[in-house]
T-cell receptor, first 114, second 115 residues
Framework: GENVEQHPSTLSVQEGDSAVIKCTYSDSASNYFPWYKQELGKRPQLIIDIRSNVGEKKDQRIAVTLNKTAKHFSLHITETQPEDSAVYFCAARIPAGGGNKLTFGTGTQLKVEL | DADVTQTPRNRITKTGKRIMLECSQTKGHDRMYWYRQDPGLGLRLIYYSFDVKDINKGEISDGYSVSRQAQAKFSLSLESAIPNQTALYFC??????????????FGEGSRLTVL
């Protein structure tokens, strides 16, 4: 099955700095890579996603890049703000069996310090 | 607003007890999922269902069972709970119209503690 590794497990940055979270996946057939943000005590929510036919996608301060050859993808947050503090999960879609079954990474606790 | 609702939100039980976690949704989505969240392990898929009477195992289905009673309801059962099933459980939905890469919408989570 698919295996997704995520690094780092914790990340602390100063407000205004950039943050980068990296993930690798094992199944070259995976074709969809979303990122979910989970604030403390809340449910995970989709913040950005990328499909395998695209190399980069940007939405305001967040961007995701995908390198299919190396089987890794990254989340970039620029000009970090305190409200960016949360746990971020990368995921890869399991191609077999249909539907949107995701294999998640282990999560990155991002802390934005004032 | 259309939502995904889980009950109970918190439950403490003892080893060997049968537990049911319920999920209902008003989003009109046909696909439903149960995930388990453990610190340092991320979210892991337990079971999923694409329609009523369609049940599929995920990566960690041992010790769990599910029932899709209606399009809007998907319940997760632990027949005989054990301490290592202590975790935060999330129900999620997605729409067929969204395709295989449609957004997952999560419920608020059910925290289960097995003593």
């Amino acid at each position: 099955g698919e295996n997704v590794e995520q690094h780092p497990s914790t990340l602390s940055v100063q407000e205004g700095d950039s943050a980068v979270i990296k993930c690798t996946y094992s199944d070259s057939a995976s074709n969809y890579f979303p990122w979910y943000k989970q604030e403390l005590g809340k449910r995970p929510q989709l913040i950005i996603d990328i499909r395998s036919n695209v190399g980069e996608k940007k939405d305001q301060r967040i961007a995701v890049t995908l390198n299919k050859t190396a089987k890794h993808f990254s989340l970039h947050i620029t000009e970090t703000q305190p409200e960016d503090s949360a746990v971020y999960f990368c995921a890869a879609r399991i191609p077999a069996g249909g539907g949107n079954k995701l294999t998640f990474g282990t999560g990155t606790q991002l802390k934005v310090e004032l | 607003d259309a939502d995904v609702t889980q009950t109970p939100r918190n439950r403490i039980t003892k080893t060997g007890k049968r537990i049911m976690l319920e999920c209902s949704q008003t989003k009109g989505h046909d696909r439903m999922y149960w995930y388990r969240q453990d610190p340092g392990l991320g979210l892991r898929l337990i079971y999923y269902s694409f329609d009523v009477k369609d049940i599929n195992k995920g990566e960690i289905s041992d010790g769990y069972s599910v029932s899709r009673q209606a399009q809007a309801k998907f319940s997760l059962s632990l027949e005989s709970a054990i301490p290592n099933q202590t975790a935060l459980y999330f129900c999620a939905t997605s729409s067929l119209a969204g395709g295989p890469t449609g957004e997952l919408f999560f419920g608020e989570g059910s925290r289960l503690t097995v003593l």
